[in-house]
Nanobody
């Protein structure tokens, strides 16, 4: 059974930093492009960042570009989201998603087949 487990969420002051982790239970982690999405109450899940299986290609939403960094450690089956200069509007549940095997990077949540349970990020003003 595929399992994606997010961790690292919490409460942080505006302007602060936080790093999220997503651990994959699979044995061929490098074959999967990964992504981070977030969802605030009453709103649709929105794209945050995506990364190719090798880590050589990344995409970012305009709202987080220059503040967030996505990277992965395939030896640890883990993808990370480093967040800095956090704003109250970044408050949301953050989800890690996995694309089908050998799939390319995507900014569309419909293209992701598996999701973690999410981790809450709250930025106070």
């Amino acid at each position: 059974q595929v399992q994606l487990v997010e961790s690292g969420g919490g409460l942080v002051q505006a302007g602060g930093s936080l790093t999220l982790s997503c651990a994959d239970s699979g044995r061929t982690f490098s074959s999967y492009a990964m992504g981070w999405f977030r969802q605030a109450p009453g709103k649709e899940r929105e794209f945050v960042a995506a990364i190719s299986g090798s880590g050589s290609t990344t995409y970012y939403a305009d709202s987080v570009k220059g503040r967030f960094t996505i990277y992965r450690d395939n030896a640890k089956n883990t993808v990370y989201l480093q967040m800095y200069s956090l704003k109250p509007e970044d408050t949301a549940v953050y989800y890690c998603g996995r694309r089908p095997k050998y799939g390319s990077t995507s900014t569309r949540y419909e293209d992701y087949d598996y999701w973690g349970q999410g981790t809450q990020v709250t930025v106070s003003s």
